[in-house]
């Protein structure tokens, strides 16, 4: 859980500003589509690793 919403937090804080336009000065700009993608693979990768840790025993 703990891994999981630090993986969660730091995708969030690196994406964010980026689909905001932070770095459109220099020319880079997400298209809303490809932010939209990039969001659903934080979930997915979240998920994903969620069923990986329940082969954990604690």
Do not use: E
């Amino acid at each position: 859980m703990v891994l999981n919403l630090w993986w969660a937090a730091g995708y969030n804080i690196i994406a964010i500003p980026l689909a905001a336009g932070v770095l459109a000065p220099w020319g880079i700009v997400l298209s809303p589509d490809f932010a939209a993608v990039l969001m659903s693979a934080s979930t997915i990768i979240v998920a994903a690793n969620a069923q990986l840790l329940r082969r954990v025993r604690v």
